[in-house]
Structures are given as structure tokens and as C-alpha cells.
């Protein structure tokens, strides 16, 4: 197929060339000009603006920082779909978001399927990626043979509206942030109670906090978050549409979205999220 990916952040670099060794011709278009130059020579084509990119396009793949950013790009730029051409949206947005989406689409001759990805960087990287995918049926199909291509098979999930995978994604990022903040507090109760930090690690290793203690616990221990597989901006802006979601309070993730922003208020916006074990 020939394919428009819109967006190269630091999950559609990755995402991009499984399309590529696939044997889709992808034509990219990034805001800014140096990640679309480096999958250029991935093997990419390299649009100047999105319209380039969308022109001629059979089907459209965009993975853009939020809400804001796809209403920027896509609903209102203005681009040159072609009729019944499918959109796959990865972009993390609220499921009222991805409601009001699916109906411009629908207004606008495009398919619109909502397809946000759980895991980081090297699970994308390796093909093994949770995937959401939610919409019509027939597109929702057509769809998932593409998203199939960053995909674990035992983690991708078909569900029958864009609001749905939409709220998957941020229930998903939910456990994620609040178990990032349960071993914070467990690193801190066990020092406060004399044990040593390998001694809290092995603990929670038989516990339910195992995953995020093996994910992240080396990295808080060492302080260094500057690899950032999700950033805390990416997290900040994602507990905020959970708070707007949820018609019942969250206190734990307000905790969590609080100390993210001021992170992120602290210049630390880029690193990994865990930089907040440094609040």
C-alpha cells in the first residue's frame, strides 16, 4: 500500500519501519526535519508539508502528540484524502476525542479507526507491542493488518468504537503511573524502615508491584532518566485526559499528574516519567 505517516516522535520511528520491511511504500512528514531525514534513510519517502505526504495516500497512520495536535494536523489542515481512504489514529486521546474524530471523519468520506499501542520503545521496536483497535468492523479488519505489524498477537485487542480502545489506552496508562508511584513510596517506606534498596527490589519482586519494580526500579535507584522510553510530558498529558475522562475522582492518579507537571514545569518534561522518584 501506499501509506502517510504523520508524526515521528519517538513511537513512530519506531513503528515505521516494520511498515517499510513489510514492503509498503510510506511516505513521512514531521514537524520537524531531522527525524523524517533519518527514516528517509530507512528507507522512507520524505513529504515537505502533511498535504504532500497524504497525497495519493491509501491509507493514513498518525501518531501526533495529542488532542490538540490531531485536530491541528488532520481536522483542520486542510488535507487531500482521498474518499474512502482509512485513517488509523495512534495519537493517546480522550474517548470523547476519538468520538469527535470518528464524526468529522465520517463527514469527510474517511474511515477512522482508533488504534493506540500499550508499551514503550523496545517492544515496539521488537514487534511486541499491546494494541487497541476500535471502529467500524470492515475498517476496523482492514485496519488491523497493518497495526498487526508492531503487535504481540496474545496483545492485540478488537473493540467496536474508537471511544473504547480510547479508554483502553488510558486505563492502561493508569496502571502504569500509579504503579510508578507505588514504587516510589515503597523505595521510600523500606529506607525509612532499614532496608536497602535491593532489599525493597527483591521484595516487591514476589509481589503484585514485580513488573514496575524490573521496568523501572534500576533506573530510579540510579537516577538516571535521560533515556526516556515515555517521557514525562507524554504521561502529564495523558493523566490530564484521564482527570477530564473519568466522571468519578481519581485521587491516586491526581497525585501522580501532579508531581509529572512539575516535572515537566522543571525542564524535565523530556526525560522518562520515573524522574518523578526525584520529587
Known sequence: MNIAFLG????????????IDSGHHVTVWNRSPEPAEAIGRRGATVAATAADAV????????????PDTVREVIVGGDLPFAAGMLWIDITTVSPADATDFAEWAARAGIRYVHSPVIGSLAPARAAALGVLVGGEPEAAREARKLVALWADPNKLRMLDTPAKAATGKLVANLALAVSMESLIEALRLGESGGLSTDDVLNTLGITAAAPIAAMKGATVVSHSFDDAQFSAAALAKDTRLMLATSQRPLPAV?????????????????KDFSVIADD
Open 8 to 19: 515521528l516522535g519517538r513511537m513512530g520511528r519506531e513503528l515505521v519501519p516494520h511498515l
Open 55 to 66: 497525497s495519493g495516500a491509501e491509507a493514513v497512520i498518525s501518531v501526533l502528540f495529542g
Open 254 to 270: 491526581a497525585l501522580v499528574s501532579a508531581a509529572l507537571e512539575r516535572a515537566v514545569d522543571s525542564g524535565d518534561g523530556e
